[in-house]
């Protein structure tokens, strides 16, 4: 029989409301700024270690410069496709840890429309950022993306 | 002519934050589970006597454990197709009842990514549930699906 | 060398989650209004001198009986080309302002369902929306929205 017990269950009592809203507008913004091409913005939403997994592709050298330059090559591509691309995050389940950190798991959708008005979609994929709190500002720490595709193989 | 009385109005002066972060943690955390396969724990997120109604496919008998059964039938044809699904719920209607019960009346989208990266939608819908709070927990008491064929009937 | 104050950032001291929670509650109840055809609802979410700019096809005249004879003509259209039509607005950017407004910048996708199930989105699109509070209700000063083919030119 299910029980309640076995569930990932949300309390009502104190939900953290002041994180909520944070990690929301977080993420607003962190995509708004990769989607309108200011990849030095984007990189800048990461700490200055900040590290970037992507599978099955590898790990980026840890730091905004290397993030900010990778990102830079992903538009450039995009734009040589002819495209607008949207990253559309959304389903976040926000986990705050002990040590301070916020894990966010959240589902990844991106839009291609192109000129024609043809609009397709990337693979989804499912991303953990960890998030963390420095002098009162919300930074990623790391992300990792893990294409739905790799759940096929 | 059409005057501001008649629309369903969003008052700013106390909106109730704790249930607005609580049912958007709850729906995030809910399809998680169902995604990643743990329909155990996604029938969990139901209560004891969790009602399922599916239209026009009809409704389940009450309780945790045939959801859980009916789930596990869906995840297994998702899985003989060959993709990943997703559900995207989106448009979060929260409306708090007098008797202590919330609906919420949201958008459904429902992704799927094929091993060949091709991803397609599965006819959109819309969702309306009853969440009841027990012992200070989040619980589905009902969930009624209305996909939007039946709409072009 | 990226930096973090170059970036938009997002500071968890004092979010106004009671803000947060009334945007997102206003889009949901708006867009249902829309989706289920009720465009004077709708209309009545706009201020009486409410405005609505569409790129490229041009800005209509102001007022809410303006809006709901344009929105009445865009669902006819929908409904000719049998599909049910569903806005999904996302990664909401909001900006309060020094005079009480709020700019609202958010995603547009909008889904086609027909009634042999397929499933296809118009062109997306950014959309930026100004607030403005009236006697403790949220009312939609502006919208508006540029496709994102326009970029593509």
Do not use: C
Request: glycine share 8%; no cysteine; aromatic share 8%.
């Amino acid at each position: 029989m299910v029980s309640a017990a076995a569930a990932g269950q949300v309390t009502t009592a104190r939900p953290d409301v002041a994180l909520h809203a944070a990690v929301h507008a977080f993420y607003a913004r962190q995509i708004h700024l990769l989607d309108h091409g200011d990849v030095d913005g984007f990189a800048a939403t990461f700490t200055a270690d900040g590290r970037f997994f992507h599978h099955p592709n590898g790990r980026l050298e840890p730091g905004r410069d290397n993030i900010a330059t990778a990102m830079r090559g992903f538009l450039a591509r995009a734009a040589a496709a002819g495209v607008v691309r949207h990253h559309w995050f959304g389903m976040f389940q926000i986990d705050p840890g002990a040590d301070g950190t916020i894990v966010v798991t959240y589902y990844s959708l991106v839009s291609h429309t192109d000129a024609e008005r043809k609009v397709t979609l990337e693979p989804t994929g499912v991303v953990q950022d960890v998030l963390v709190e420095v002098d009162g500002v919300l930074l990623n720490s790391s992300r990792t993306v893990k294409p739905d595709t790799l759940r096929l193989r």
